[in-house]
């Protein structure tokens, strides 16, 4: 529909992962909570921590406390014990890097990364890194994984998918933001495998999913699930949406799988739901669809409650909705009709309810939104930061402010310990939020 091209092959140089390492000064840590990984600690975009937060920006504007310039691109930040590591691309350079800064000041204490030749295509970087106690792992614009001990930069181990596993890089460059699972790194390939699991330690494969269907890789992350007391791994590939088991002898095995939900590409996450309900949503006119997993005497089997167009019920474009107390929350795509980017809610068993919205004075492009304290703050496309109550019941506004005057700010936000950030296409922003 938009004239794009095929997806990019496997890129032609060969390239020396890790190759580039630059240390500038020690950055003390800050023991305490985090925002470790792609949507936060359990996956859901939600943060748990205690903290109280600002309801308003305040006479004197939104506190903010560092910027940073960044190569143009959405790639957001990972935060463990007061460190945020983000991956950004040297135009200049043609270098795709690893930065590790400080939460409070943010002064950079090392880079770790290589050569490689991109060029813009709506941006450059687009995932967010993967952050454990020991190490943490990034999957680069051309499907590049590097893997490194997380606090002095040293680099464990890397390798490309698309010279290893003929994984085929997705429209956009890579949007999958990686998994560490127990120290065991989890990465959809689409290529000759559907998925893997590589250890971190040594960077041997765990165990390998294969790939039939020749299913592709979509900008989709995996998301874990329970069932049952049993743990897989839910992907939306170009293709079709499956479940992988992520543990005991079956692990790397596909447990179910379903092609009624393929769109040509999917930005969206998978959002699991309480009793095996998963929600998959994508743009470009796909929509959504409400699927049901079951576990009987260790067969499973997926069933499509609901599939709906744009302007039928939630959908959204390139962010994934956050599922809270019943309820599902996120921003319509531009092909929702009247509704088309307000913020809305509606249950989470019927996703064609739309039970509140946010109305046509507060519409929200495709920019990212998070929920902390109680509020979510909203990032519209501009740079616009919003604090607002939303439940089933109503939206409140609670205050507004242009934080940046950049454009395309669509990487999401991360909140930990009282600080926010946030970016668009060019600067990184960290914000004091914390309440009196």
Same mark, same amino acid.
């Given at each position: 529909?938009?004239?794009?091209?095929?997806?990019?092959?496997?890129?032609?140089?060969?390239?020396?992962?890790? %190759?580039?390492? #630059?240390?500038?000064?020690?950055?003390?840590?800050?023991?305490?909570?985090?925002?470790?990984?792609?949507?936060?600690?359990?996956?859901?975009?939600?943060?748990k921590e205690n903290v109280r937060l600002i309801s308003k920006w305040g006479s004197s504007g939104p506190h903010?406390? +560092?910027?940073?310039?960044?190569?143009?691109?959405?790639?957001?930040?990972?935060?463990?014990?007061?460190?945020?590591?983000?991956?950004?691309?040297?135009?200049?350079?043609?270098?795709?890097?690893?930065?590790?800064?400080?939460?409070?000041?943010?002064d950079e204490s090392w880079r770790r990364g290589y050569h490689v030749h991109l060029k813009r295509n709506h941006?450059?970087?687009?995932?967010?890194?993967?952050?454990?106690?020991?190490?943490?792992?990034?999957?680069?614009?051309?499907?590049?994984?590097?893997?490194?001990?997380?606090?002095?930069?040293?680099?464990? +181990?890397?390798?490309?998918?698309?010279?290893?596993?003929?994984?085929?890089?997705?429209?956009?460059?890579?949007?999958?933001?990686?998994?560490?699972?127990?120290?065991?790194?989890?990465?959809?390939?689409?290529?000759?495998?559907?998925?893997?699991?590589?250890?971190?330690?040594?960077?041997?494969?765990?165990? %390998?999913?294969?790939?039939?269907?020749?299913?592709?890789?979509?900008?989709?992350?995996?998301?874990?699930?329970?069932?049952?007391?049993?743990?897989?791994?839910?992907?939306?590939?170009?293709?079709g949406v499956c479940g992988i088991a992520a543990t005991g002898p079956s692990r790397g095995k596909v447990l179910?799988?379903?092609?009624?939900?393929?769109?040509?590409?999917?930005?969206?996450?998978?959002?699991?739901?309480? #009793?095996? *309900?998963?929600?998959?949503?994508?743009?470009?006119?796909?929509?959504?669809?409400? *699927?049901?997993?079951?576990?009987?005497?260790?067969?499973?089997?997926?069933?499509?409650?609901?599939?709906?167009?744009?302007?039928?019920?939630?959908?959204?474009?390139?962010?994934?909705?956050?599922?809270?107390?019943?309820?599902?929350?996120?921003?319509?795509?531009?092909?929702?009709?009247?509704?088309?980017?307000?913020?809305?809610?509606?249950?989470?068993?019927?996703?064609?309810?739309?039970?509140?919205?946010?109305?046509?004075?507060?519409?929200?492009?495709?920019?990212?939104?998070?929920?902390?304290?109680?509020?979510?703050?909203?990032?519209?496309?501009?740079?616009?930061?919003?604090?607002?109550?939303?439940?089933?019941?109503?939206?409140?506004?609670?205050?507004?402010?242009?934080?940046?005057?950049?454009?395309?700010? +669509?990487?999401?936000?991360?909140?930990?310990?009282?600080?926010?950030?946030?970016?668009?296409?060019?600067?990184?922003?960290?914000?004091?939020?914390?309440?009196?």
């Open positions: 529909m938009d004239n794009r091209k095929k997806g990019a092959a496997a890129p032609a140089e060969k390239v020396n992962i890790g %190759e580039i390492f #630059e240390s500038f000064k020690s950055v003390p840590g800050m023991p305490g909570p985090g925002w470790p990984r792609f949507r936060g600690e359990q996956f859901d975009n939600i943060s903010i406390l +560092w910027k940073l310039s960044l190569g143009e691109g959405h790639a957001a930040p990972a935060v463990y014990d007061g460190r945020v590591y983000i991956l950004d691309y040297d135009e200049q350079k043609k270098e795709d890097i690893l930065r590790c800064l400080s939460l409070q000041t943010g941006g450059l970087s687009r995932t967010i890194p993967a952050v454990s106690k020991n190490y943490v792992l990034t999957i680069g614009p051309r499907c590049q994984v590097m893997c490194c001990e997380r606090i002095s930069g040293a680099l464990v +181990w890397g390798f490309d998918l698309g010279r290893e596993y003929q994984a085929e890089v997705p429209f956009w460059y890579t949007g999958q933001c990686p998994l560490i699972d127990q120290d065991t790194a989890v990465i959809a390939v689409g290529g000759k495998s559907l998925m893997i699991a590589v250890d971190c330690k040594t960077g041997k494969k765990a165990w %390998e999913t294969p790939n039939p269907h020749n299913w592709k890789m979509s900008h989709s992350s995996v998301m874990p699930m329970m069932l049952n007391g049993k743990k897989m791994y839910v992907y939306c590939a170009i293709g179910w799988e379903t092609t009624e939900f393929s769109p040509s590409v999917v930005a969206p996450s998978p959002v699991i739901m309480d #009793e095996g *309900l998963i929600f998959v949503c994508a743009g470009y006119g796909a929509g959504s669809a409400l *699927l049901q997993v079951k576990e009987t005497n260790g067969v499973y089997s997926v069933k499509v409650l609901q599939k709906l167009k744009p302007q039928g019920g939630l959908a959204s474009e390139q962010q994934t909705p956050v599922f809270y107390g019943g309820y599902l929350y996120g921003i319509l795509p531009k092909d929702a009709g009247g509704l088309r980017n307000q913020f809305v809610c509606c249950k989470g068993n019927d996703c064609g309810n739309i039970v509140m919205s946010s109305g046509k004075t507060n519409r929200f492009g495709m920019g990212p939104y998070i929920l902390a304290d109680g509020k979510f703050f909203i990032l519209n496309d501009d740079g616009e930061m919003t604090i607002a109550k939303a439940s089933p019941a109503g939206f409140t506004v609670l205050d507004k402010a242009r934080i940046i005057d950049g454009q395309d700010s +669509w990487g999401p936000v991360a909140i930990t310990a009282g600080y926010l950030l946030m970016r668009d296409s060019k600067t990184l922003v960290c914000l004091d939020i914390k309440g009196k």
